[in-house]
């Protein structure tokens, strides 16, 4: 279970709408939480303004309102949860800052929203987050901004996990098993792509699945599936499986969200099999951009992923 739980924010109610699902999950954890601001100069933003604006003065009254409005928001989370809140200000590069103090305060979770509108809110649609998911050595659980916060903030109980038969995309199923109330239910989902003779052929023989992929290997994911399910429900989860065929894997996700009316889609970034685009994050941003629910985005240790990598690279040479 998660332990610290950080909130990044850049003074707009769009990141803050991160805090009510952090609070959430902080309770039912038991965890602290932190409230984090990443400090960005006047002069910096500004880069060639006027020559007489004193950007140094400029800097140091937005300082001193960013101090007063972490400080602010803090002890109102603080007293309407009676969780235990902190909050750090900090300066310097936006995504190599938060990483760093993620690492340094092994902070387990990161709540974020993707579209911040605040005075740095053009780092915030984007870059930061996919800047985070990319470095920060914690999941990062990313929220579309809404004016609404969730009737039940913590209400995570059916999580759709994509997996592509590697290793480190098995690693979403620790990080979905900690976002889980104990009744959580999780989808176990392969996507398989068809075959080159899908392109060819009519509509009405490209909807009959053994005709775009092979039975054999349909067969061997959905046997990969039930496996990784049975040590799902040894955990004391539920978990279904599927496997399905569709020539663009993010848009086959989050289908399947909506028909399953999952609460949250878990996915590691770092996949070495078919759903391997993860490594450069068009799918993870598709999902970010297109989900109606939250994204879970997780990358395994770095020892896991450099066996990965190894094994890969020896499977190529091989080749």
Known sequence: ???????????SRAAEAAIPVAVGLARRSGAALELGLIHVSVGAVLAGG???VDFGALDDVQHEDESTYLLGLAERVRAESG???SVHHLSGPVVPTLAAHIADA??????MTTHGRGPVGRFWLGSVADGLVRTASA???MLRASDRAPEDPAGFHRVLIPLDQSP???HAMHAARDLLGDDGECILLHVMHPGPMMAVMPVPFGLIPELVVDPASRDHAQGYLERIARRIRRMGLRARTAVTIAG??????????????ADVIVVTTHGVGGLRRLLLGSVVDKLVRGADVPVLVCRPPARRRARAARRVMAVHTAG
Not at 1 to 11: A, K, N
């Open 139 to 141: 999941p990062v659980l």
């Open 248 to 261: 663009n894997a993010a848009v086959e996700i989050l289908d399947q969200s909506r028909r399953e009316r």
């Open 83 to 85: 969780l235990t809140v």
């Open 168 to 170: 480190l995309a098995e």
């Open 1 to 11: 279970m998660y332990t610290r739980i950080l909130v990044p924010l850049d003074g």
């Open 106 to 111: 092994a902070v387990d979770l990161v709540v």
């Open 50 to 52: 006027p020559a007489a």
